[in-house]
């Protein structure tokens, strides 16, 4: 747990987590997508038990820190976007739309307004 808290010291550590957290959540994400829209029997409980235990491994990671969760996890949001966008196009073949482009802008301008405001 102090190895945690000791990462949120700096930005690019900072980061670092979250991108880890970011891919966890997403691959968490698709397995269980994966287990109810994309098989059945044994494999579904695969998928079901592999999402069930990379979410807790997410949620730990983001939960154990001691950092102001609201500006924080609101910079976490742009990686969530952005390693989501990754994993539609190659694990689902959705590439992102116009309108998803034009929110993900958005949200990664919020993204750095959130990390480097002085104020």
């Not at 949620?59 to 154990?64: K, S």
């Not at 952005?82 to 993900?104: E, K, S, Y």
Request: aromatic share 14%.
């Amino acid at each position: 747990m102090r190895f945690l808290n000791h990462m949120t010291l700096f930005w690019g550590r900072v980061f670092l987590l979250f991108l880890i957290a970011a891919t966890l959540e997403v691959c968490g994400d698709s397995l269980f997508q994966t287990a109810v829209h994309h098989s059945s029997g044994v494999s579904r409980w695969i998928s079901v038990i592999g999402g069930t235990i990379t979410l807790s491994a997410y949620g730990l990671m983001v939960n154990i820190p001691t950092w102001n969760f609201g500006r924080l996890l609101g910079v976490y949001v742009v990686f969530f976007f952005v390693v989501a966008q990754v994993v539609a196009r190659i694990r689902f073949q959705q590439p992102p739309t116009p309108a998803i482009l034009a929110g993900g802008s958005l949200i990664v301008a919020g993204g750095l307004i959130i990390s480097f405001w002085k104020g």
